[in-house]
């Protein structure tokens, strides 16, 4: 369909270059045909003009008086006398005439014999009789190119396209002139024969555009649709680990064919509860953003230590680091630590980017973690880094967003939602702060959150 829409468009520009080309083509020889009338006409009148003056000069000789001869033989040898004498005069006049066109023009200056009122007047009457009815402007230059006389509305719009006509052509080349028009308003008379053909251009983009806005969206969708799928699977991975736990505990203490122990029972009460918690967890996590899309999310503020928050949530995660083989290194150096926040959603952030860079580590070199503190402005900076497996830069601008993953489908070796990093985002967006992330693949990856110290 896009190859159609391209070849469409390309067809509509080719047929609209050939209507222009072919309606200039046609208003140039209609114009050509106007100018050479026009100069015609100019010819045809100074020839009648010195004919006139001719005639006028000998018109007594052509007066033929009556004789009454007395026989017959005297009057038709007048009458043939009289025949002789007008066939000779004819022939003068012509000569005359023919030598006083030709060369006695030449007694006038070129500009003598041009009449601007006449030409202007024989040049809109021979456009019109050829179908042009557009305003013009015109100059005459004689043979050596002076400019002798030009229209008095004259306007240079457009004469970068002009047409020349060659005046008087049957006189000699030093006596001739040359005229020039142009059109101001011929190239919108030339582009008016395709107006159809520019709306018809006009709709066929506009469709054209809105084929390719679908076919993002479909693109797009299919990417949400991949993304869902993905989640509803590592959702299904998530919940089958506590749920399997939790039945075969359940299932032990049931069996009467197994002897329990009291501290059996003990052990698989607290797997019970533990597995339990785990999955009320996850099912809570999903709720959260569930609740901040419908903007429900309800925050409980309050003025507290960012440095001590941190240094709680790191005493509780440090066993898990040390049992992957890694330690955590400290650096809490802010001074002013106070921040307006929400407890645990402060913490939980804190805890998922930790829990990210266990999750991403390296297997040939040891996980090491640094969390560091400090002031900047009215703003306190926190910066989580590890050593892990990084971050490409094609997906790093997407990490924040919800369901994506980094792995996807079957093919990831690490659980959970994609629902970690697009929460972090949105509280820290909701406690008026900002997320950063930098990352080298193979090297490691830096997240800074920069946070507004509270005021109280």
Same mark, same amino acid.
């Given at each position: ?197 520019? $709306? ?6 506009? %469709? ?5 806005? /679908?076919?993002? +969206?479909? !693109?797009? =969708? ?78 409980? $503020? ?6 001590? %928050? ?5 005493? /509780?995660?440090? +066993?898990? !680091?040390? =049992? ?96 970690? +990093? ?35």
């Amino acid at each position: 369909m896009g190859v159609s829409f391209v070849v469409l468009l390309y067809l509509q520009m080719q047929y609209a270059r050939s209507m222009e080309e072919m309606r200039r083509r046609q208003f140039d020889e209609n114009v050509f045909r106007s100018l050479d009338q026009a100069s015609r006409d100019m010819e045809r009148m100074e020839t009648a003009h010195y004919l006139q003056d001719v005639i006028s000069l000998h018109r007594d000789s052509l007066n033929v008086h009556p004789f009454f001869e007395n026989t017959m033989n005297d009057r038709m040898a007048r009458f043939q006398q009289q025949v002789a004498n007008a066939y000779l005069y004819e022939q003068g006049v012509l000569d005359e005439v023919i030598m006083t066109v030709l060369y006695a023009s030449g007694s006038k200056s070129f500009e003598e014999r041009v009449d601007p009122m006449v030409l202007e007047e024989n040049l809109a009457m021979s456009l019109r009789a050829n179908g042009i009815d557009l305003p013009f402007h015109f100059r005459v230059f004689t043979s050596a190119g002076e400019e002798v006389y030009r229209c008095p509305d004259y306007d240079s719009t457009g004469d970068n396209f002009s047409y020349t006509q060659t005046l008087f052509r049957n006189d000699p080349t030093g006596k001739m002139g040359t005229l020039s028009i142009h059109f101001p308003t011929l190239d919108n008379y030339i582009r008016g024969a395709n107006r159809t053909v520019a $709306l018809a251009l006009i709709f066929t983009v506009v %469709l054209f555009v809105t084929f390719l806005f /679908t076919v993002y +969206l479909v !693109v797009r =969708q299919k990417k949400v649709t991949e993304m869902k799928n993905d989640f509803i699977h590592n959702m299904t991975h998530e919940f089958k680990t506590p749920i399997s736990t939790i039945s075969i505990a359940a299932q032990m203490l049931a069996d009467n064919t197994v002897q329990k122990s009291q501290d059996m029972y003990g052990r698989l009460g607290e797997v019970i509860v533990s597995e339990t918690k785990r999955l009320r967890f996850q099912v809570e996590k999903v709720l959260q953003m569930s609740l901040y899309d419908g903007g429900n999310i309800a925050l409980k $503020l309050q003025t507290l230590d960012a440095n001590s %928050l941190i240094d709680a949530v790191v005493q /509780t995660f440090s +066993l898990k !680091v040390t =049992q992957n083989g890694g330690n955590i290194d400290v650096r809490l150096n802010a001074p002013e630590a106070d921040v307006y926040v929400d407890e645990m959603h402060f913490t939980n952030v804190i805890f998922n980017l930790m829990d990210n860079a266990v999750k991403y580590k390296r297997d040939d070199e040891p996980l090491h973690l640094e969390i560091t503190t400090w002031n900047q402005g009215d703003n306190i900076c926190i910066q989580i880094s590890d050593n892990g497996i990084g971050i490409r830069r094609e997906d790093l601008k997407r990490i924040f967003e919800k369901f994506y993953r980094v792995h996807t489908g079957n093919k990831h070796n690490v659980k959970g939602f994609g629902l970690g +990093l697009a929460y972090v985002y949105k509280m820290v967006a909701l406690h008026h702060g900002t997320i950063k992330a930098t990352s080298e693949l193979g090297k490691g990856t830096k997240f800074l959150i920069t946070m507004p110290l509270s005021k109280s």
